[in-house]
């Protein structure tokens, strides 16, 4: 009986650890912009763990991405799929809808800077379909 509690244990915990972790999004920088009103600038970090991957979302900003490290793969609905490396960068539109946005390896972490231009108090990120 012990045995098979162990093993049914083990068996939880790398089923687990088999399933992708969200991503951690950090605030760096929150800044209106008095030039244009009723914009503001928001800095943000992404950090991809090993496999991690986004819902398909909108932003409604002009959003800049600057890969830091790792490998990300990044697409907007009607545009091709890109493979960015550390030092690569991304661009979405207020229109786009961000399809694809994962960590391009299994293995190790991805991290990048996004810089977005937004309606102040705007959400960041808005699911879509």
Known sequence: MTFT???LALACLMSSSLVAQEAKVTPILSKDLPNLPGKEGLMITV???PGSSD???RHYANAFVYVLE????MQVRGGK???LKAGQTFYEGPDDVHVVGRNASQTKPARFVVFLVKDKGAPVLVPAS
């Not at 790792?70 to 793969?73: E, K, L, T, Y």
Request: charged fraction near 20%; proline fraction near 12%.
């Open 81 to 83: 799929e890109t493979t």
């Open 5 to 7: 509690k162990v093993v």
């Open 70 to 73: 790792g490998s990300i793969v």
């Open 55 to 57: 819902p398909t979302h």
């Open 47 to 49: 950090e991809y763990p």
